[in-house]
T-cell receptor
Framework: TQLLEQSPQFLSIQEGENLTVYCNSS?????LQWYRQEPGEGPVLLVT?????EVKKLKRLTFQFGDARKDSSLHITAAQPGDTGLYLC?????????????FGKGTHLIIQP | SQTIHQWPATLVQPVGSPLSLECTVE??????LYWYRQAAGRGLQLLFY??????ISSEVPQNLSASRPQDRQFILSSKKLLLSDSGFYLC?????????????FGPGTRLLVL
């Protein structure tokens, strides 16, 4: 069974602070996605990374894909209350077909004003 | 642009009653379609996926079933609901397979079985 582990599971910080959340596996991804989900809504795609070492930026969010394509991180600079939500990573495994996307359990992030 | 719809948004059903949740996608052809269940602390659990009309793959044995009567329509059903079927059900679509696949989610259906 291929697993995606996300850490931390819960994180509560003050507005303006920086934070990093992680997504790790012992297996190699062909691609990895990060999603943000708000209560009662479906996950919304933030980014897809496919190349080892790749870094993508989305405003104050920086996504990094590990060189070996086994891990990824999401760094938020100067967090704002609007960043509050559940952050999910999902990996597509090498050789996987249409069903090849596995989700982590997510990081619950709360940004306090 | 592509859009995905789910209904109903919220559903309260008694144990033993039937279930039918519908998902439709607009703006794309021959999508891969997925049903997930999300329970607190357990992440997203893939229930079914479909790569074409009438083609359904089940990931988890259970009392649920799925059907794809049309290219962009995916239905989740049950003949008799269990308490354990309560949860947040998400439909998603993607195109292609393998490297770089990304899934796009609908707004979800909150199901409460009493």
């Amino acid at each position: 069974t291929q697993l995606l582990e996300q850490s931390p599971q819960f994180l509560s910080i003050q507005e303006g602070e920086n934070l990093t959340v992680y997504c790790n596996s012992s297996s190699v991804f062909s691609s990895l996605q990060w999603y943000r989900q708000e209560p009662g809504e479906g996950p919304v795609l933030l980014v897809t990374v496919v190349t080892g070492g790749e870094v993508k930026k989305l405003k104050r969010l920086t996504f990094q894909f590990g060189d070996a394509r086994k891990d990824s991180s999401l760094h938020i600079t100067a967090a704002q209350p609007g960043d509050t939500g559940l952050y999910l990573c999902a990996g597509a495994w090498e050789g996987g077909g249409a069903d090849g996307l596995t989700f982590g359990k997510g990081t619950h992030l709360i940004i306090q004003p | 642009s592509q859009t995905i719809h789910q209904w109903p948004a919220t559903l309260v059903q008694p144990v033993g009653s039937p279930l039918s949740l519908e998902c439709t996608v607009e703006g794309t052809s021959n999508p891969n379609l997925y049903w997930y269940r999300q329970a607190a602390g357990r992440g997203l659990q893939l229930l079914f996926y479909s790569v074409g009309i009438g083609q359904i793959s089940s990931e988890v044995p259970q009392n649920l079933s799925a059907s794809r009567p049309q290219d962009r329509q995916f239905i989740l059903s049950s003949k008799k609901l269990l308490l354990s079927d309560s949860g947040f059900y998400l439909c998603a679509w993607s195109v292609g397979a393998g490297v770089g696949e990304t899934q796009y989610f609908g707004p979800g259906t909150r199901l409460l079985v009493l």
